[in-house]
């Protein structure tokens, strides 16, 4: 069974930067694409970035403010958030799945972490 445990959520000021953090066990890591969602208020879970297993290749749905990484020696993957608006404000989770094309959609309800807050003041 794969755990996803996120950290690295918090309080910031507009025009900041959080770097979250996953960490991933109990899977062949290597084999896992990865990809953060959020989830603001009651509303759906929405893709932020996903990236392969291999690191190669990443999506995001925001270009340009949002970096995503992976470090398969040490089972991470990151976010970097820059710039942060209070828009972003939401709940931050780590989802993996062997099958990229399912990983960006969030519809597999299997190897979910627990979620990280993020909150951006204006």
């Known amino acids: 069974q794969v755990m996803l445990v996120e950290s690295g959520g918090g309080l910031v000021q507009a025009g900041g930067s959080l770097t979250l953090s996953c960490e991933v066990s109990?899977?062949?890591?290597?084999?896992?694409?990865v990809a953060w969602f959020r989830q603001i208020g009651g509303g759906d879970r929405e893709v932020v970035a996903c990236?392969?297993?291999?690191?190669?290749f990443t999506e995001y749905a925001d270009s340009g403010r949002f970096t995503i990484s992976r470090d398969n020696a040490k089972n991470m993957v990151y976010l970097k958030m820059t710039d942060l608006k209070p828009e972003d404000t939401a709940v931050y989770y780590c989802?993996?799945?062997?099958?990229?094309?399912?990983?960006?959609?969030?519809?597999?309800?299997?190897?979910w972490g627990q979620g990280t807050q993020v909150i951006v003041s204006s």
């Open positions: 989802h993996a799945d062997r099958v990229f094309h399912r990983l960006r959609t969030g519809l597999s309800t299997e190897n």
């Open positions: 990236i392969n297993a291999q690191g190669t």
């Open positions: 109990g899977g062949t890591f290597r084999d896992l694409g």
